[in-house]
C-alpha cells in the first residue's frame, strides 16, 4: 500500500491554535490540490480528536472529481478510516454521517467494547493489538482491497505513522502567518523518526499554491516511483489527440535528481513522450546515465517512422530503470518494450495502481 501524508502548517510550525474552532491555514488553490490527491487515493485517514476536533466530512466537494473516479473503476468517495483506543466517537459526527463510502474504526485492543458496538452500527470496527501501530492499521487495510491512504492528521496520527516509517509521500504546505501560541498542536509530537539529521528526506518538488509554499517529500522508493509516475500520467493527458497512437506521459530523472518530462506529440506530431524527455536532456547536455524513466505506458519497442525505438532510447542512453503503469494493449503493434529493456539489463517495474488512469487518457481509442 502507498501511503500519502498531507498536513498545513502555520510558518511556526502549529497545525492548529487552541481556541475552540478550527484553525483554516489553507489557501482555497491549497484546499483545491487536497481535493485531487484525496480523489485519488482509495482510502482517507484522521485521528479520533480530529474527528472530535474538527468534524470533518472528508469528502470530495467537487463533483467532477467523483466523477473521475467512478470513471476509473473507484467507488464515488474514499473510503474514511480512524482509529482510536477510548472509543469517544460521535457516531452523528460528519466523519460517520455524510458520504456514501465506507466507514472504517480501526480500535485498540482493549477499547470499551460497548462504545464499539455503538460505532459498529455506523461503520466496520476492527479490533487490532495494544498498543495500535502503523504497521497493523495498513495490514486491516489491506485486506479490505485498499491499496493507496491519505493520511491527514492530527498530530498523534502522523507521528505513530512516521515514527513507524509507514509514510511513503509526505506534502506540507505551510502558510504565511504564525500562530503564536505554544500549547497548540504541532504537526507531530515528539519521537523516534527515520528521518533524522543522520537520513535526510528527499525533495521532490517545492512550489507555491495560493499563498502557501508546498513541498513534496519522498521517504521511500516507493513513494519516488509513485510520486513520479502519477506526474507522467498526468502529463499523457496533455497529448494533442491522435486516433493512430497513444497518449503517453514521461518523466526521465537522472542520477543527480534532474528532471525531464514529455508527452506524446509535444514538439512534433510522431514523437513519443519518452523520446521529448530525453530530447530535452540531451538539449540541456545533461546524461541519462544511471537514471530512471518514468512513463505512463510501456516504451515502445518498434517504430514505424523513426529509426530507434523508445525501448532502445533509453538503452542507448544507458538508464538504469524504467517504470510504467501498464503495458501497451496489442492493438496497433505488439509492444515488447518490457521484455527488450530487461534483455538490456534495465530494471522494469510496473506500477499498475496507476493503469486505469493511464488508459483514461487513451479512452479516445477504441480497443
Ligand atoms: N493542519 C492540519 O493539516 C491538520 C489536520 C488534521 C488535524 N489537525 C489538528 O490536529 C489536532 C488533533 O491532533 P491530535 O494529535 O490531538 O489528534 P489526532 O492525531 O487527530 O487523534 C489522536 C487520537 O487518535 C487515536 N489514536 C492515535 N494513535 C492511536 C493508537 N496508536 N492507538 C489507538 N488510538 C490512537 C486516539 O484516540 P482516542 O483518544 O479516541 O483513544 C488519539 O487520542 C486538532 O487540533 C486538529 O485541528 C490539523
Not at 9 to 32: I, N
Request: hydrophobic share 40%; charged share 25%.
Amino acid at each position: 500500500m502507498i501511503v500519502q501524508a498531507s498536513a498545513a502548517l502555520s510558518a511556526d510550525g502549529y497545525t492548529d491554535d487552541t481556541s475552540p474552532g478550527r484553525l483554516v491555514l489553507s489557501h482555497p488553490a491549497d484546499w483545491q490540490e487536497v481535493y485531487r490527491l484525496r480523489a485519488g487515493c482509495d482510502a482517507v485517514m484522521v485521528g479520533a480528536e480530529t474527528v472530535r476536533r474538527d468534524d470533518p466530512s472528508l469528502l470530495l466537494k467537487d463533483p467532477s472529481l467523483r466523477h473521475r473516479r467512478v470513471s476509473l473503476g473507484m467507488s464515488p468517495d474514499p473510503v474514511k478510516v480512524t482509529v482510536t483506543r477510548s472509543g469517544d466517537l460521535d457516531s452523528e459526527s460528519r466523519f460517520f454521517s455524510t458520504g456514501a463510502g465506507d466507514k472504517v474504526v480501526i480500535a485498540a485492543g482493549d477499547a470499551p467494547g460497548e462504545k464499539l458496538e455503538r460505532l459498529g452500527r455506523v461503520a466496520t470496527v476492527v479490533r487490532v493489538g495494544v498498543p495500535v501501530t502503523a504497521e497493523e492499521i495498513v495490514g486491516v487495510l489491506e485486506t479490505m482491497g485498499i491499496r493507496s491512504l491519505f493520511l491527514e492528521g492530527g498530530s498523534r496520527l502522523m507521528t505513530l505513522f512516521l515514527t513507524g516509517n509507514r509514510v511513503d509521500l509526505l506534502r506540507i504546505a505551510v502558510a504565511p502567518f504564525f500562530v503564536g501560541e505554544s500549547g497548540a498542536p504541532r504537526f507531530v509530537r515528539a519521537g523516534a523518526f527515520p528521518f533524522g539529521k543522520d537520513r535526510r528526506m528527499e525533495v521532490l518538488q517545492v512550489r507555491q499554491v495560493g499563498d502557501m509554499s508546498v513541498t513534496d517529500y519522498s521517504l521511500s522508493r516507493r513513494g519516488t516511483d509513485y510520486f513520479r509516475l502519477r506526474q507522467a500520467v498526468a502529463l499523457a493527458f496533455d497529448c494533442p489527440r491522435s486516433d493512430s497512437a497513444y497518449s503517453v506521459g514521461a518523466v526521465a530523472v537522472t542520477a543527480a535528481g534532474q528532471v525531464f518530462t514529455g508527452y506524446s506529440r509535444e514538439t512534433a506530431a510522431d514523437n513519443h513522450a519518452e523520446e521529448e524527455a530525453i530530447l530535452k536532456a540531451e538539449k540541456a547536455g545533461v546524461s541519462l546515465k544511471g537514471g530512471v524513466m518514468y512513463s505512463s505506458m510501456e516504451p515502445c519497442s518498434t517504430r514505424k517512422s523513426k529509426p530507434l525505438s523508445c525501448s532502445a532510447l533509453i538503452t542507448a542512453h544507458k538508464m538504469a530503470r524504467v517504470v510504467f503503469a501498464v503495458h501497451e494493449p496489442d492493438h496497433f503493434v505488439q509492444c515488447r518494450g518490457a521484455a527488450v529493456l530487461e534483455e538490456a539489463g534495465i530494471e522494469v517495474s510496473v506500477i499498475g495502481d496507476l493503469a486505469a488512469e493511464a488508459m483514461l487518457a487513451n479512452a479516445h481509442i477504441r480497443l
